[in-house]
């Protein structure tokens, strides 16, 4: 089955730094690729995703690239502020309408923005 | 917020005990996933329901089982609560046609087991 690494697990940067979170994964046939934001005691909450027929999207301050020969996609968040800390949680899934969607997720990264 | 909503909020139960955990779709989502999330690690998937048929399953047994109904409200039901079993369980929504793969989350329910 699939299998999703994220690194790294803890990421601490200063208002206005960017931040990068970086995920591999196992299953070539994976063709969704979304990003959740958890804050504490919340719901998973999307804040962007891609598909495998596109290298790169950009939302405001959040990017995210995916590079479907090495198997690797990265979140991207510029000038970063205080409420951007939370947990980040990348996920992979063969994704088709009508039918099974698992996600598969990574084991998450802390983000920490100090002012 | 998403329309997706779960209850209730927080539950206690006895190791051996049963449990019913419900979840309210968002409006023209007809697929909903259920998963488990234990504190510190990311969401686990248990299975999806797709027209109130179970259409995919992750590594659980049988004791967590579902249902969907044709409201496409569903349930988690989970027999014989082990310890391990304490959690976040959430579920998430998706419509099944229209190219969206996008999943919306509920805020969960915080399982308890002692």
């Known amino acids: 089955g699939e299998n999703v690494e994220q690194h790294p697990s803890t990421l601490s940067v200063q208002e206005g730094d960017s931040a990068v979170i970086k995920c591999t994964y196992s299953?070539?046939?994976?063709?969704?690729f979304p990003w959740y934001k958890q804050e504490l005691g919340k719901r998973p909450q999307l804040i962007i995703d891609i598909r495998s027929n596109v290298g790169e999207k950009k939302d405001q301050r959040i990017a995210v690239t995916l590079n479907k020969t090495a198997k690797h996609f990265s979140l991207h968040i510029t000038e970063t502020q205080p409420e951007d800390s939370a947990v980040y949680f990348c996920a992979a899934s063969i994704a088709n309408t009508g039918t099974a969607s698992k996600l598969t997720f990574g084991t998450g990264t802390r983000l920490q923005v100090t002012l | 917020e998403t329309g997706v909503t779960q209850s209730p909020t927080h539950l206690i139960k006895t190791r051996g005990q049963q449990v019913t955990l419900r979840c309210s779709s968002q409006?023209?989502?007809?697929?909903v996933s259920w998963y488990q999330q234990a504190l510190g690690q990311g969401p686990q998937f248990i299975f999806q329901?797709?027209?109130?048929?179970?259409?995919g399953r992750g590594n659980f047994p049988p004791r967590f089982s579902g249902l969907q109904f044709p409201n496409y409200s569903s349930e988690l039901n989970v027999n014989a609560l082990e310890l391990d079993d304490s959690a976040l369980y959430l579920c998430a929504s998706r419509p099944a046609s229209g190219g969206t793969y996008e999943q919306y989350f509920g805020p969960g329910t915080r399982l308890t087991v002692t």
């Open positions: 409006s023209g989502h007809n697929t």
């Open positions: 299953d070539s046939a994976s063709n969704y």
């Open positions: 329901y797709y027209r109130e048929e179970e259409n």
